[in-house]
């Protein structure tokens, strides 16, 4: 993903676009073998970036600060993209000052740079957790804030995720739906399959004789944009004849569907099929979540360790 696509994406985020991809923004290829039950798909990932010295961001900074002087707004956003490659505490807040500039390519490219925050993803979600009010009709915000948690694997973003997939804008919950899906976090299952029941999609995505399933004949994700053109058609039509919120929110059931996929490594039919799943690999399930809950605890103490050693000057 690059700056300039985070910049041109913000007037079509109610669109229903192809699921996020890495953090370069190109889809993630998938493994040789499939996962064992619960398991779920895991492609390859960048290394974590090395946390820099407290001198080297002091000095990255002070380069930042001088390129960012000027007016010519590609040099300033250049000098955001340089500063992010340096991961500490120090250039997460500079960042974050960023992220309230006047300027759309410069907020872009400060969120962008807080997604390759990735030594650091705890000091992250800390600071853009909280300014992601389920009930906030900042669309624009909403989506780049969850595209950052995505990036950089905040794993304590989950519960956050969750709650904006209730938001009643379908950007903000298809954006939502897709980290999910990307951070495979096997925690969210039980509150995914609560939104199929919601959603009315407990027996797949069939409704008013719209099927968000086409088949094109097409390789690649021309199926998959397809289905989701097709949801998006029958939506409009029901918004058209009056239906509730949540029947206009259906077209979100063909999503629910593939982040079970992400999550479980398994494509399923039905509700019913996904929780007879569940049912029958919970062993395995438990000990994916807890995996995750290591990992969320690291990420956790790596911050404390992080802004300790920046405020010892190290």
């Not at 759309?104 to 740079?113: Q, S």
């Not at 299952?189 to 027996?203: R, T, Y």
């Not at 259906?250 to 992400?262: K, T």
Request: one cysteine or more.
């Amino acid at each position: 993903m690059t700056r300039a696509r985070l910049s041109l994406a913000l007037p079509i985020l109610v669109a229903l676009a192809a699921p996020a991809g890495a953090e370069d923004g190109k889809p993630a290829a998938p493994p040789a073998a499939p996962p064992a039950a619960g398991a779920p798909e895991k492609a390859p990932e960048k290394p974590i970036p090395p946390l820099a010295t407290t001198a080297a961001a002091k000095d990255a900074i002070a380069k930042f600060k001088a390129s960012f002087k000027g007016k010519d707004v590609g040099v300033k956003a250049d000098a955001v993209d340089t500063l992010g490659v340096v991961n500490h505490p120090f250039v997460v807040d500079e960042l974050l000052k960023v992220v309230k500039h006047k300027d759309a390519e410069l907020r872009a490219a400060a969120y962008f740079n807080l997604g390759r925050q990735r030594a650091i993803p705890e000091l992250v979600a800390k600071a853009l957790v909280p300014t992601a009010d389920p009930k906030s009709k900042d669309v624009a915000h909403l989506t780049e804030v969850i595209d950052t948690l995505r990036l950089v694997g905040a794993r304590s973003a989950t519960p956050t995720l969750l709650a904006l997939c209730r938001h009643e804008d379908h950007g903000v919950v298809r954006w939502a739906l897709d980290a999910i899906g990307d951070l495979k976090d096997v925690r969210a299952l039980d509150e995914v399959l609560a939104l199929m029941k919601e959603l009315k999609v407990e027996e797949g995505v069939k409704w008013d004789g719209a099927e968000a399933s086409v088949d094109t004949g097409t390789s690649g994700d021309g199926d998959q944009q397809a289905a989701q053109a097709a949801a998006t058609a029958a939506a409009a039509a029901n918004a058209r004849k009056g239906k509730s919120s949540a029947r206009k929110m259906r077209s979100a059931g063909e999503i629910l569907y593939s982040v079970l996929e992400d999550l479980t490594g398994e494509k399923f039919g039905s509700g019913k099929e996904a929780r007879a799943w569940l049912e029958k690999h919970k062993d395995k399930v438990a000990e994916r979540c807890k995996a995750l809950d290591e990992e969320q605890a690291k990420q956790e103490a790596d911050a404390k360790a992080a802004l300790a050693a920046a405020k010892a000057g190290k």
